[in-house]
């Protein structure tokens, strides 16, 4: 099936996700519901929403004193929208779940030369450069519920003192779906507040839309270049049957030069013939680029320039700029690079750390809020 790991040992699948299955849940029908209403009037235009987090957490950086720091990045970037805007601005993690990664190519070169399986997030296998580390293995789907315990528990900490409107939610790509259905509660995908389906898995009639269909959450689909207007039409009417407010999510990450001409008739035709949605930019997705024989980067110019086109559009097309969706973190990393210099030598990048695509560090992140409030 597309994108889900060759687990192998599938007597040890199997036991994991009948344990699953008999996991309370991780999140409450109560509190996807909040998450929904918050949604449903941002999708009403009077409301922002701000989605971000590491591309692939780690089970390794799950400590509280780690969760917390991504949780005020979270919360200080929705409240500058807040306070830039005086709008009501949801946070929501890419975070206590964010563990599995679709992969482009199933296999990957490492340092010394070795082809080795490509890393699929902390859920199936290890980012190590020893080929063994690479194996998928189901026993990782457990600690994947583990530490997405541990990590709701900081977050339900960090409501105290604020009012629900301001709470700190979580969400994840609904990738695995060894994860994902074992996980269902009721009605409700119980992983996580709120799930999106990836740029790779989103075919209408596939496996990944037919579950986030089945569940009542909020859901979000991402949006990449080869979509047609009819195709995203087509997905939200098939996610949103009933036109439920707060219900879909698009998150559009056409690239910085692509959007200007696609994000038109896509935004149109959805409002002409589609169900209502929430419209987000991801500005990481479509403007990931390698700097001579260095690895993935992004450009800040060409991320603040998707932000750009994406509010003009969607002003032109009467349409809510509802917020962003960005690949970001509280260390001092340097992934997404500052000045691009495409004819001199792979930039310096001293402090590259992510497991998977490279996030804007605080003040990039800040910098990229603080284009898109000032078009506003
Ligand atoms: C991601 O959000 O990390 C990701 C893989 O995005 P996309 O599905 O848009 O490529
Ligand atoms: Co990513």
Do not use: M
């Given at each position: 099936m597309i994108q889900q790991p060759d687990w192998g040992d599938l007597a040890l699948l199997d036991r994991v996700t009948s344990t699953l299955s008999s996991m309370p849940p991780l999140v409450t029908a109560a509190e996807c519901d909040r998450l929904s209403e918050a949604v449903a009037r941002v999708g009403r235009g009077d409301g922002f929403l701000l989605q971000g987090g590491d591309c692939a957490e780690r089970f390794c950086e799950s400590s509280p004193a780690e969760v917390r720091a991504k949780l005020a990045q979270l919360y200080g970037l929705a409240g500058a929208i807040r306070s830039a805007t005086g709008c009501a601005t949801v946070p929501l993690g890419r975070l206590a779940g964010q563990y599995g990664k679709p992969r482009s190519a199933s296999h990957e070169r490492i340092a010394d030369g070795t082809v080795v399986p490509s890393y699929r997030g902390d859920a199936v296998n290890s980012p190590a450069d020893d080929p063994g580390a690479r194996d998928p293995d189901p026993a990782r789907l457990l600690r994947a519920h583990e530490c997405a315990q541990r990590v709701l528990r900081v977050v339900r900490d960090s409501w105290a003192g604020r009012p629900p409107v301001e709470r700190a939610y979580v969400s994840h790509e609904a990738l695995l779906l060894d994860y994902e259905r074992p996980l269902v509660r009721g009605d409700y995908?119980?992983?996580?507040h709120s799930i999106w389906i990836g740029e790779r898995t989103r075919q209408p009639d596939g496996p990944h839309a037919a579950f986030a269909g089945s569940v009542a959450n909020t859901v979000g689909v991402k949006l990449g270049p080869s979509t047609t207007p009819a195709q995203a039409v087509r997905l939200s009417r098939l996610l949103n049957p009933d036109g439920r407010a707060g219900r879909l999510v698009l998150i559009v990450r056409l690239g910085s030069t692509r959007v200007r001409s696609l994000l038109p008739d896509i935004v149109g035709e959805v409002s002409r013939r589609g169900r209502p949605v929430v419209w987000l930019c991801d500005p990481m997705h479509g403007n990931t680029t390698k700097m001579g024989a260095g690895p993935k980067t992004r450009p800040m110019e060409a991320i603040l320039e998707e932000v750009v086109a994406f509010v003009r559009v969607m002003r032109a097309q009467r349409a809510h700029p509802a917020g962003l969706h960005l690949e970001m973190t509280?260390?001092?990393?340097?992934?997404?690079?500052?000045?691009?210099?495409?004819?001199?030598?792979a930039p310096e990048l001293p402090r590259y750390r992510t497991a998977c695509d490279p996030r804007l560090n605080s003040a990039q992140a800040a910098e990229v809020v603080d284009r898109f409030v000032s078009l506003l």
């Open positions: 995908a119980a992983s996580a509280p260390e001092d990393v340097t992934e997404c690079i500052t000045t691009p210099r495409p004819f001199c030598p």
